[in-house]
């Protein structure tokens, strides 16, 4: 049938030099998909799906706890990435939001009856909106600036949140009831009230948000995003709106993050101050950096090495303090070799091991070597 | 050493750079000993609590554009005065903490209010 073999829709030079051996088939040329290209996605997603169903039943619940948290904080780091790796700012206020996040959800939770998925919904256009207000009079700032001055925006936040506490089913704005003895959990989905469930939730919920984020990258904001990146001057010569387009990354960000946290309020059910440090912002950026800010599986082994090596050195024994250890070694590593973190470097080294190797043997073999 | 931001223009004057940028980085060293052991009275000798406070020590440096040490200098009096006169006002004293940041947050916005495109480079 077709001889010419499969040609990618873009690939329009070769076709003049091909079109008389396709011979007199005048048809519309048809963008054909190439078989290639479906190999990755339709892995991934095999993947995503052997996880989703396995994964409850092979490990433990301690384990899938922490796979849920894998699940919920990849979401964070994705948002993070976006910001780091596509647009070029370097945001170190994502702990709070996540925070915020997970108030707003928590104090709708005990407030409301909304089903779960409209609270997520709800607690992501919120931060949404307070994420773009933060970052509105951040944008004329860059690199060390825009920093510093999340990180600042951080600390107000956690001061905040640390004063007035998280809900707790009390009532009023605030929704916390400092003498109430017996504190109700903050309730889950209806659908998802086991933990292995709520890790099947949770999964679904970061697939959704996911193909949110790839899609925006696709599109037209993904290439304004690319431009801006490369050179915000450039960017603006070429008429693309850099204010516009950094906002909506901003609330992009901001609106998967705060999803996230609606997320860890129904995951952790009980939450204070402490579960959101600044120290976490900071961390969230070591890790982003090392796993790989620029792609999207960065942001998966991001958010393993964030809350899965934590919950299996809790399990071993080993006190979590050494992450922070490692996470500082890391980035210093990453920033220094191998700027685009571990996704990408891991199978560069792999594959120069592997030469290595191959060198090894074709020098041991005798009828390579002249004879000694 | 304020010229020590751009480093290759800097070494090609003549400027010993590595130098300059060692001896930065011992007088920093030096300051933040002697603070840390005039602070052991006043902050609980914790991990967390003492990155927390280097973190509220930036804003008074952001305060000074990184690069104005008289004004570094103000900037840290005043916050420290604002964050101990509001101890004895009750509503606002939980929230005192949250002076540096808000102090460091007006002055970053107000100070780059003309400033519009950003410009790529390593450092600022």
Redesign the interface.
């Known amino acids: 049938m077709e001889s010419a073999g499969v040609k990618t829709a873009d690939d329009t030079t070769a076709n003049e030099g091909t079109a008389p051996e396709v011979g007199s088939r005048q048809s519309p040329r048809r963008p054909r998909i190439e078989p290639r290209s479906l190999v990755r996605p339709v892995v991934i997603a095999a993947l995503v799906l052997l996880a989703l169903l396995l994964i409850p039943s092979i490990f433990s619940l301690y384990y899938v706890d922490a796979w849920t948290q894998v699940a919920i904080y990849s979401i964070v780091t994705l948002g993070l990435g976006l910001l780091v790796g596509r647009v070029g700012m370097v945001s170190l206020g994502q702990g709070a939001v996540l925070a915020l996040g997970a108030w707003v959800a928590a104090r709708l939770l005990f407030a409301t009856g909304l089903p779960y998925p409209l609270v997520l919904l709800f607690a992501g256009l919120i931060t949404m909106v307070l994420g773009t207000l933060v970052g509105l009079p951040a944008l004329r700032l860059s690199g060390l600036y825009l920093a510093l001055i999340t990180l600042m925006l951080a600390g107000a936040i956690t001061v905040v949140l640390t004063t007035i506490n998280f809900p707790n089913g009390g009532s009023g704005f605030t929704g916390y009831d400092g003498s109430t003895v017996h504190i109700p959990p903050i309730r889950r989905p209806s659908v998802a009230t086991t933990d292995p469930a709520f890790f099947r939730y949770s999964m679904i919920v970061a697939i959704v948000m996911f193909v949110l984020v790839f899609f925006h990258i696709r599109g037209r904001p993904g290439r304004a995003w690319a431009a801006i990146r490369q050179s915000e001057s450039a960017a603006l010569a070429a008429g693309i709106n850099t204010t516009f387009y950094k906002l909506w990354a901003f609330a992009l960000a901001s609106f998967v993050t705060g999803v996230a946290g609606g997320l860890v309020a129904g995951s952790f059910r009980y939450l204070n101050s402490l579960t959101f440090t600044t120290q976490d912002s900071i961390t969230l950026l070591a890790v982003v950096l090392m796993g790989g800010a620029y792609s999207m599986t960065g942001a998966v082994i991001a958010a393993f090495l964030l809350k899965f090596l934590q919950a299996l050195l809790n399990d071993w024994g080993v006190s979590p303090d050494w992450l922070t250890i490692l996470f500082g070694i890391g980035v210093l590593q990453v920033l220094t070799t191998a700027p685009r973190g571990i996704v990408e470097q891991f199978p560069k080294d792999m594959a120069r091991l592997g030469r290595l190797i191959a060198g090894l043997f074709r020098r041991r073999t005798p009828a390579a070597e002249p004879a000694e | 050493m304020p010229a020590a931001s751009d480093r290759e223009i800097t070494a090609s004057l003549g400027v010993p750079v590595r130098r300059v940028t060692a001896a930065a980085w011992f007088g920093c060293g030096c300051l933040a000993g002697v603070a840390g052991v005039l602070l052991s009275d006043l902050v609980a000798l914790d991990a967390?609590a003492l990155?927390?406070l280097v973190?509220?020590t930036?804003?008074a440096t952001?305060v000074g554009r990184?690069r104005s040490i008289p004004i570094t200098f103000a900037a840290a009096i005043v916050i420290g005065v604002i964050t101990a006169e509001l101890t004895p006002i009750s509503s606002l004293s939980?929230?005192r903490?949250?002076t540096?940041?808000?102090v460091?947050?007006i002055a970053?916005?107000f100070l780059?209010?003309r400033?519009?495109?950003?410009?790529?480079?390593q450092?600022?």
């Open positions: 967390t990155t927390f973190i509220s930036l804003a952001l990184l939980t929230y903490d949250m540096p940041f808000v460091a947050a970053l916005l780059s209010r400033r519009v495109i950003s410009v790529g480079r450092g600022v």
